[in-house]
């Protein structure tokens, strides 16, 4: 399995940016889809952005198409999720987590490295 790491959560106002970075160490990297989600306070955990092992294909849920970007590098083995015009609605832990396929997924059985998580709080 990949260990992974996140980093760079923390407390925002609404319409302000965050930048979530996400460090793998182990089996190979660019082997792996990865996906970035997350989970709010009393609710499950739910997708949010996936690349492909390539980095040409990317998904992401709806409530965040137009605001969100994730990339990747695979030089650096990172993953990355810009978040801009955060909403409050954004509160939660994000989870960065590897595939065990190539191929960008929503599904979260496809999934079995994840992250500690990073704590995101948008006030309003």
């Known amino acids: 399995q990949v260990q992974l790491v996140e980093s760079g959560g923390g407390l925002v106002q609404a319409g302000d940016s965050l930048k979530l970075s996400c460090t793998a160490s182990?089996?190979?990297?660019?082997?792996?889809?990865m996906g970035w989600f997350r989970q709010a306070p009393g609710k499950e955990r739910e997708f949010v952005a996936t690349?492909?092992?390539?980095?040409?294909?990317?998904y992401y849920t709806d409530s965040v198409k137009g605001r969100f970007t994730i990339s990747r590098d695979n030089a650096k083995n990172t993953v990355c999720l810009q978040m801009n015009s955060l909403k409050p609605e954004d509160t939660a832990v994000y989870y960065c987590?590897?595939?065990?396929?190539?191929?960008?997924?929503?599904?979260?059985?496809?999934?079995?490295?994840w992250g500690q998580g990073t704590q995101v709080t948008v006030s309003s």
């Open positions: 987590a590897a595939s065990i396929y190539g191929t960008a997924s929503y599904y979260q059985g496809s999934y079995n490295s």
């Open positions: 690349i492909s092992r390539s980095g040409s294909s990317t």
């Open positions: 182990g089996r190979s990297f660019s082997s792996s889809a």
